[in-house]
């Protein structure tokens, strides 16, 4: 059943107080002009609560909050849109660069990669679909830790199954290689699928953020699009204080962070750019391996 917002008295001050307590809340931005859209995410979320009106859900979420409250608003307003091989240039530096030197700084010890907004898990998957053909796996310890603030993003990603929607860019020899065809779905296979774990993490709360913000190099790409520089600051605020004195913030080609951080700084690595925190430096020749191609 579809819910209108008009029906529920999303109107005047109610909007504005609901999205100013979701903006606090998640991080997430809205406009006067998202009114609508916001509301019609929601509406389904304020009948099932019982409630009468936006008014009435706007009190139940800012006083009296259920366990799982929160974790369904950001269900409703989550954008899913993401897909394997996305933005490649930049995470063929992070495996064909980074990886090389930060093994050779750490002698030994686990290199952990950070994917802060993975979505239905599509961008690990390409990390360690990288570094699988690279044959790191098999010559230093490397996690790869994913997160999202969507509970029904990361049900997906730990399922691990895909449409077609997402091999939009993956070659097809990857494709064959990494995963496995059921009823028009296919599978991540069991060997690359364990290479990732996931977790739900809101990128606003700097207690979730500290758990792996520590991370050498974090993948932040694509959300800070959908931030007011009041929440990128919030998150930017514990990479800062977090991250290792040498390590690496990759956001996505549309999104900046100058003039919003001193701590890092914006370099061009093997083409593609990446936010370098400290002394963390790329060596002047790329790891060397043989990949496909996205047409």
Same mark, same amino acid.
């Given at each position: ?8 008295? @999303?109107?005047?001050? =109610?909007?504005? *107080?609901?999205?100013? !307590? #979701?903006? +606090? $809340?998640? &991080? ?62 930049? @995470?063929?530096?992070? =495996?064909?660069? *980074?990886?090389?030197? !930060? #093994?050779? +700084? $750490?002698? &030994? ?187």
């Amino acid at each position: 059943m579809q819910y209108r917002a008009d029906s529920l008295g @999303l109107v005047g001050h =109610v909007t504005t *107080l609901l999205m100013d !307590l #979701i903006h +606090e $809340q998640l &991080g997430l931005h809205y406009t006067p002009a998202d009114a609508d859209q916001v509301g019609d995410r929601l509406a389904p979320l304020v009948v099932a609560r019982g409630l009468a009106s936006f008014m009435d859900y706007y009190y139940v979420l800012k006083y009296t909050p259920g366990p799982d409250d929160w974790l369904k608003v950001m269900d409703a307003l989550a954008v899913q849109e993401t897909y394997l091989w996305r933005e490649i240039d930049q @995470l063929r530096a992070v =495996v064909d660069h *980074l990886v090389p030197a !930060l #093994i050779t +700084e $750490q002698r &030994g010890r686990p290199l952990r990669i950070w994917s802060s907004a993975c979505a239905s898990g599509e961008e690990p998957l390409t990390v360690a679909m990288l570094l699988d053909e690279a044959g790191w796996f098999d010559r230093a310890p490397i996690e790869i830790v994913a997160s999202d603030a969507s509970p029904v993003a990361i049900a997906r990603a730990r399922k691990g199954d895909y449409t077609q929607r997402s091999f939009r860019n993956l070659p097809p020899s990857l494709k064959e290689k990494y995963f496995v065809p059921r009823d028009g779905h296919w599978t991540v296979i069991p060997d690359l699928h364990r290479r990732v774990s996931y977790d739900l993490v809101n990128l606003v709360a700097e207690d979730q953020v500290a758990r792996y913000a520590s991370a050498s190099v974090i993948l932040c790409r694509n959300v800070f699009i959908y931030f007011s520089d009041r929440s990128i600051r919030r998150t930017l605020t514990v990479f800062e204080r977090e991250m290792p004195s040498a390590s690496y913030l990759c956001v996505g080609v549309s999104e900046s962070l100058l003039r919003r951080t001193s701590v890092f700084d914006l370099q061009e690595i093997g083409g593609a750019f990446v936010y370098v925190k400290g002394a963390a430096k790329a060596p002047d020749q790329p790891w060397r391996f043989n990949v496909g191609t996205a047409s």
